[in-house]
């Protein structure tokens, strides 16, 4: 009897520690519960695609992201996630428009994702640096070509001028069309 009392007791103890794995890729359209513990997980290596460092010019402007993958963890679940950081430069000036490149984790200014679209497209939640006056939104980022050397990338601007803003709204700096990226 004490056998069976402890093969139970190791076979519940074994169920209760297993984590509910959710791939990233179902994530969106995941209809069961997700369970304390549980982990939003790459299990197929889709975020890798977009890890690196993307550029491209557009209307004078040359644009640098710089996208990481992370594993973070917030209201007990683990998440697969992606960092994007981002440096914007006038080419005839050298002026830089916007850098995010040296900001830590924790930054707002760190575009941070959200979740991998049915489409195909990684969406991540931005805060510009005057969120405040209309610098916020979801930037969507989408692989182009079968050698993943491609991508789309524009900003959906939310719209949204919180009551602490004095001025106008803000003008954007990440691109609100389309524009194709080369991965470095």
Same mark, same amino acid.
């Given at each position: ?72 963890s917030f209201l007990n679940t683990t998440w697969d996630m992606l960092y994007m950081r981002y440096k914007i430069v006038n080419i005839s000036t050298g ?22 679209? =049915? ?50 709204? =803000? ?14």
């Open positions: 009897m004490k056998k069976i009392v402890l093969l139970l007791s190791i076979l519940f103890a074994t169920l209760g520690c297993k984590a509910q794995i959710i791939p990233v890729e179902q994530y969106i359209t995941y209809s069961g519960e997700i369970l304390d513990g549980a982990y939003v997980k790459d299990v197929n290596g889709l975020l890798n695609d977009y890890v690196g460092t993307w550029v491209t010019t557009q209307n004078g402007d040359r644009y640098e992201f710089q996208i990481v993958k992370v594993i973070k002026k830089v428009i916007a850098d995010t490149t040296d900001k830590t984790d924790d930054s707002h200014l760190v575009v941070k994702g959200s979740y991998l679209a =049915a489409s195909g497209s990684y969406v991540f939640d931005y805060m510009g640096l005057n969120n405040e006056c209309g610098q916020n939104g979801q930037v969507f980022m989408g692989i182009l070509n079968t050698n993943r050397s491609q991508a789309k990338l524009f900003l959906s601007v939310t719209g949204s001028v919180y009551p602490s803003c004095t001025s106008v709204v =803000a003008t954007q700096v990440l691109p609100t069309e389309m524009i194709t990226l080369t991965k470095q």
